[in-house]
T-cell receptor, first 110, second 115 residues
Framework: TQLLEQSPQFLSIQEGENLTVYCNSS?????LQWYRQEPGEGPVLLVT?????EVKKLKRLTFQFGDARKDSSLHITAAQPGDTGLYLC??????????FGQGTELSVKP | GAGVSQSPSNKVTEKGKDVELRCDPI?????LYWYRQRLGQGLEFLIY????????KSGLPSDRFSAERTGESVSTLTIQRTQQEDSAVYLC?????????????FGEGSRLTVL
C-alpha cells in the first residue's frame, strides 16, 4: 500500500519566519506533486518533481525530491499571511493512481 | 466555464437517502477523477475515468458508491442509502494527460452532510 506521511500536520508561525514541510514514504514514486488548498476551494498545483535529487524554486518556495524518490520537502522562506493554507503532497507510481498525503495546515499570522 | 465545475456545492441529506453529485470537467480533458476529503484530512482516491471507461475504481468504499461518465464529458457520482460516515467534501478533477500524469485541475468540491 502506498502511503505518504506529511509532517507536521499543523504549523502556526509568525510572518517572516521560515518553515519546512516534509513528505515521506517507504515507496518509490515516478513523480511527486505539491498542491495548495484554500478553504472552500480545490487544490491547486504548485510544482511537479520527477528526478531524484531535483530542486525546484518558485519565488519563496523551494521543493526538493529525495535522491531515492521516496520523500520530498517544501521550504518556505519569509512566510507571508498569503501563504496560509493546506499543503498537500501527492505521489504516483508509473501508470498508477495519485496518492495524497494527509496535508499540512499552515497558518501565518501577521 | 474555464474550470472544473461541480454541483451542488452543498448538499444536506438524511441518512438513508440517495444523492447524486455532478462534475463538468474542463473541455478536452480526457481523464477525470473523483476524490473524497474528510474534514481536516488529505484526499482519498475514489475512481478514475479515461473517456467513459473506468480503469481504476478501486477506491470506491462500498457498493453503495457508483460513478459514470458520458463520453469525455460530465460525470456523476451516486451514493445510495447514505450514511453519516459519507459526510465529506467530494472533489472532482480532470487532466489532459492519461493516468494521473501531469497536473490535475480540481473543482471546488461538493460538500455532503448526512444527518
Amino acid at each position: 500500500t502506498q502511503l505518504l506521511e506529511q509532517s507536521p500536520q499543523f504549523l502556526s508561525i509568525q510572518e517572516g519566519e521560515n518553515l519546512t514541510v516534509y513528505c515521506n514514504s517507504s515507496s518509490v514514486f515516478s513523480s511527486l506533486q505539491w498542491y495548495r488548498q484554500e478553504p472552500g476551494e480545490g487544490p491547486v498545483l504548485l510544482v511537479t518533481v520527477v528526478t531524484g535529487g531535483e530542486v525546484k524554486k518558485l519565488k519563496r518556495l523551494t521543493f526538493q525530491f529525495g535522491d531515492a524518490r521516496k520523500d520530498s520537502s517544501l521550504h518556505i522562506t519569509a512566510a507571508q499571511p498569503g501563504d496560509t493554507g493546506l499543503y498537500l503532497c501527492a505521489g504516483a507510481r508509473q501508470g498508477g493512481k495519485l496518492i495524497f498525503g494527509q496535508g499540512t495546515e499552515l497558518s501565518v499570522k501577521p | 466555464g474555464a474550470g472544473v465545475s461541480q454541483s451542488p456545492s452543498n448538499k444536506v441529506t438524511e441518512k438513508g437517502k440517495d444523492v447524486e453529485l455532478r462534475c463538468d470537467p474542463i473541455s478536452g480533458h480526457t481523464a477525470l477523477y473523483w476524490y473524497r476529503q474528510r474534514l481536516g484530512q488529505g484526499l482519498e482516491f475514489l475512481i478514475y475515468f479515461q473517456g467513459n471507461s473506468a480503469p481504476d475504481k478501486s477506491g470506491l468504499p462500498s457498493d453503495r458508491f457508483s460513478a459514470e461518465r458520458t463520453g469525455e464529458s460530465v460525470s456523476t457520482l451516486t451514493i445510495q442509502r447514505t450514511q453519516q460516515e459519507d459526510s465529506a467534501v467530494y472533489l472532482c478533477a480532470s487532466s489532459v494527460a492519461r493516468a494521473f500524469a501531469g497536473e490535475l485541475f480540481f473543482g471546488e468540491g461538493s460538500r455532503l452532510t448526512v444527518l
